[in-house]
């Protein structure tokens, strides 16, 4: 099993839509997650971190299931602006293993 | 948060050359990293550089092919030595601590390898 998996997508939505990506991870012993966002030829930026069991901000919600060991992120009311490839981040003690990402691609 | 600068932005390299990427950073930080980032693939953690001792590199690779400078609180350097063009990538440097904080990227050097 991979450390950090993601479905590479494209998610095509229509805007206005709701659309969730889900993020597994291998290692049960990793406290913290986060959520990249990278446009196409441009480096990640944070979008949301996930300490307990979930975070929200504004139309976007991160959600923990350590039961499962996933991380997911929804994303309510989609914009064409949201269109993006969104990386979950896993660090576990020195290590900080990136998923591949999930291209999202929201359409008029 | 930081603002961070990189040169080249992009190059075009022969095979067997070798490239230096900059990395400025607007503000004192202790850990530096450098990444790499292959077509269509995720972020590739090559080594972290902290100033004042050696860089730490990941597995896979060597301090031979992906020399590191860290001679001060703001600045790093990142060599591709002997390129070829399985070295094709972006290169992004980062500060901040990624294990628990956000991380801060630079705009990426984008390497062409012919």
């Known amino acids: 099993r991979k450390e950090v998996e993601q479905d590479p997508g494209p998610f095509n939505v229509p805007e206005g839509a709701t659309v969730a990506f889900n993020c597994t991870y291998s290692n049960s012993a990793s406290q913290s997650f986060f959520w990249y966002r990278q446009d196409c030829r441009k480096e990640p930026k944070l979008l949301m971190s996930v300490y307990s069991s979930g975070n929200e901000d504004g139309r976007f919600t991160a959600q923990l299931n350590r039961a499962s060991q996933y991380i997911s992120l929804l994303i309510r009311d989609s914009k064409l602006s949201d269109s993006a490839t969104y990386l979950c981040v896993v660090p576990l003690y020195q290590k900080v293993t990136f998923g591949t990402g999930t291209k999202l691609q929201v359409i008029p | 948060s930081a603002v961070i600068s990189q040169k080249p932005s992009r190059d075009i390299c022969q095979r067997g050359t070798s490239l230096t990427i900059q990395c400025q950073v607007d503000s004192q930080v202790t850990m530096m990293f450098w990444y790499r980032q292959q077509p269509g693939q995720s972020l590739t953690l090559i080594a972290t550089?902290?100033?004042?001792?050696?860089?730490?590199?990941e597995s896979g690779f060597v301090i031979d092919k992906f020399p590191i400078s860290r001679p001060n609180l703001t600045f790093s350097t990142l060599t591709v030595s002997n390129m070829s063009p399985e070295d094709s990538s972006i290169y992004l440097c980062?500060?901040?601590?990624?294990?628990?904080?956000?991380?801060?990227f630079g705009p990426g050097t984008r390497l062409t390898v012919l």
């Open positions: 980062s500060v901040g601590d990624p294990r628990v904080d956000e991380q801060f």
């Open positions: 550089a902290n100033q004042g001792s050696e860089a730490t590199y």
